[in-house]
């Protein structure tokens, strides 16, 4: 056989896999492994194969599922090598596609295809399309070398495994395709999850092996301890510090029998408990720990100082208030204050929906309604129209210089009212007769409530992972 060998090369292909989950297995597979070290240089092969032929026995055409060569050097390889992607002839027909990749002192290669196969005779196994017998099967033992000649390669040796006759079946029972799992309220907060599969036949349930999600921060606690067997109960202690550490999340499990592997994964969500105070600063509530971190806390993407103004700071007294901005107090601050005492629990918040560029909103009354983070975030906007209004008009002033500016005091410098469709000389131009609107309180205040007639409904719900919220109602 004639065969370009390629002394540091891994090459990897796709082993027998079933997802979904039912795989019948092939009769017989091995895996096949040997190891020299020349010149401190470790060089490992291993190749997995499986029967496809129809021969009595062992006798028959192998498919070869994986091949790998895997070098691994004493230190980091001090250059460069970008991947590359090669077509190699190996002699007789036979070929591979690779690239090859260099990580630190570790170089290999991944085939994407070939058509390479062992044909084995008599016990007797050689390549498929050439001659020469480089390996042979003792026993259950099936052994094989490249090149016989080469003192640096290993002979690789493996025991053949038997699958079995009928199909294998693995299907997650629990958790159901979009799980919801949450934190509770104790301190420190916990959640828990039960996973259960079914295996057909049942003698390899035990083999199944779960995969289930880090949530950094959390001290998972698996039971059993080496995630696997038909049924795993895992908790998680310790709510995370970041709110990426919550939401989609999947679990999986695997079954493999031989080359043959079948798996099942499942997609499911994470929560915390919104209204509870068991994240790790454990002084506010969960939403008001986690939302801050979110987009919807920048409001035109700046940052602001955000704190809890409870029921008791300012204007919090106020049933009606949500939040302030109060310049004499904590610089360039926000407050937001107890939306669990003030609000529904869907944390509604109904607004006149109001625009200048909008000729409908001033003539017909409109409202918006926000839920959860999305009255978050309109909160959040509307505040820090009044934070750059501060900042922009008044911030520096004196109090007879503010009224100079502002004679109709309504938070707008007169000077600039007529280039925003405004009137100098009145306190709230649109809707200021209304009975009910005129509360809106000034043209200031008008532009607050414009912020959230152009904000989209829905447009953080990636982030709310709290229950209830936009992602569990």
């Not at 490249?146 to 009928?166: A, D, S």
């Not at 939040?323 to 610089?331: R, S, V």
């Amino acid at each position: 056989m004639t065969r370009i060998f390629f002394f540091f090369v891994a090459i990897l292909m796709t082993p027998f896999i079933a997802l979904g989950a039912t795989a019948q297995c092939p009769r017989y597979s091995v895996l096949l492994e040997g190891t020299t070290v020349n010149f401190g240089v470790t060089y490992t092969e291993r190749l997995s194969a499986h029967k496809t032929g129809k021969g009595s026995g062992f006798n028959g055409r192998w498919q070869i599922d994986t091949f790998e060569q895997i070098s691994v050097y004493p230190s980091t390889i001090p250059f460069t090598i970008p991947p590359t992607t090669d077509r190699h002839d190996l002699g007789n027909g036979i070929w591979m596609v690779s690239t090859c990749t260099v990580t630190g002192n570790v170089v290999r290669c991944a085939t994407t295809t070939h058509n390479m196969a062992f044909e084995v005779i008599n016990n007797k196994v050689r390549m498929e399309k050439t001659l020469p017998w480089h390996g042979k099967i003792e026993g259950s033992t099936m052994s094989w070398k490249f090149h016989l000649e080469n003192p640096i390669e290993p002979t690789i040796t493996g025991t053949i495994v038997e699958g079995p006759r009928e199909p294998i079946q693995l299907s997650i029972v629990e958790p159901a395709s979009g799980g919801k799992y949450r934190f509770n309220y104790d301190k420190p907060g916990v959640l828990r999850m039960s996973l259960v599969a079914n295996v057909t036949p049942k003698q390899y349930e035990n083999d199944v092996v779960w995969s289930v999600p880090e949530l950094e921060g959390s001290t998972m606690s698996p039971k059993p301890e080496a995630l696997r067997g038909p049924q795993l109960d895992v908790s998680y202690t310790n709510l995370p510090e970041n709110y990426s550490a919550f939401g989609r999340k999947k679990v999986k499990a695997t079954l493999k029998v031989g080359s043959c592997i079948a798996e099942d994964a499942r997609d499911i969500k994470v929560f915390y408990s919104r209204d509870a105070k068991n994240n790790p600063e454990g002084k506010f509530y969960n939403w008001f720990y986690y939302w801050k971190q979110t987009p919807p806390a920048r409001p035109q993407g700046q940052f602001v100082n955000i704190e809890f103004g409870g029921t008791q700071f300012d204007h919090c007294k106020d049933f009606h208030v949500p939040a302030l901005f109060k310049p004499a107090y904590m610089y360039k601050t926000i407050h937001i204050c107890d939306l669990v005492a003030k609000l529904d629990n869907k944390f509604s918040v109904t607004v006149p929906k109001v625009n200048r560029t909008m000729p409908a909103t001033l003539t017909t009354k409109h409202y918006v309604t926000t839920t959860h983070i999305d009255t978050f975030a309109a909160i959040m906007l509307h505040e820090f129209l009044h934070f750059n209004a501060y900042h922009t008009w008044r911030e520096g002033k004196s109090e007879a210089q503010m009224e100079a500016d502002d004679q109709d005091r309504d938070g707008i410098p007169d000077h600039l009212e007529p280039s925003m469709d405004f009137r100098p000389d009145t306190l709230q131009t649109y809707w200021g007769q209304d009975p009910d609107w005129k509360r809106i309180g000034g043209d200031e205040e008008f532009l607050a409530y414009e912020t959230v007639s152009t904000y989209p409904i829905g447009k953080y719900d990636a982030y709310d992972w709290g229950f209830p919220g936009k992602n569990w109602p």
